[in-house]
């Protein structure tokens, strides 16, 4: 990942990750689960760079990564540490750190006073975490462990979505 690579369409490629996979060869509900534990984890450090860099409305952006982190912590004990390794949901150090870079220089740089780009990505991809969650949770397949799961992390993937203006009233 370089510089010359935007934060919205790292998280365009993150929100199509999470989309369906072509007919018949539908992933496990616990394999949802860790794209979605990743996809959380990406929100929740969007969040962080947001509140830390000028953002003029830290406390919402704040809020962003608390609800992106206790979205992580539900679904953590049904996903498992090696799922989580596996979908690098826990955003390795180097991957982490570019990612930051990435926003902070998106922030700096290209994001205009009033410009929604990152805003409307964030929306683009808590759409689609949400109706991965949706799925998981009416997944018959999926243990009860994993649709409870899925249905509180969507109330936390809802919830962003709404801070982020998925509702159009943004923050």
Known sequence: MTTERRLTRVLADEAEALGPKTAGHSDPPVVLLARARRAFAVAGLVSMVLAEHGAPVRDAYDLGGALADAACAVLDPVVGPELIAAHRADLRRGEAQQLAQLAEF????????????????????????????????????????????????????????AHYGGDSGGW
């Open 106 to 161: 998106d922030i700096t740089f290209i994001a205009r006073i009033g410009e929604p780009a990152i805003d409307d990505a964030m929306v683009t991809l808590l759409t689609g975490l949400s109706d991965l969650l949706a799925g998981v949770a009416a997944d018959e397949r999926a243990i009860p462990e994993q649709r409870r799961a899925a249905r509180i992390a969507d109330a936390q993937a809802r919830e962003l979505w």
